[in-house]
């Protein structure tokens, strides 16, 4: 799941080696967050206009998670 968000977050911004992604341990929900933390230059891009990138991001993590009957979270720091 971690390189899923890093080969995703990478192919957007454009310094790729600044894109960072930390994973927290299950909470007591089952829920994994993945914090993902890129150049302050590529914020914007992988935001995207009113978030839709983002929410993009999100909706295809949680379908892979789901594949694996996993629950997870994407925050961008």
Do not use: W, Y
Request: proline share 4%; aromatic share 2%.
């Amino acid at each position: 799941m971690k390189e899923l968000l890093l080969t995703i977050a990478r192919g957007l911004v454009d310094n790729p080696d600044a894109v960072k992604v930390i994973e927290d341990a299950p909470d007591e929900n089952g829920v994994i967050v993945f914090h993902l933390n890129v150049a302050p230059e590529d914020m914007g891009r992988v935001i995207g206009k009113q978030g839709r990138i983002a929410k993009a991001m999100r909706i295809v993590m949680r379908a892979a998670a789901s594949r694996k009957d996993t629950r997870i979270s994407v925050e961008i720091d």
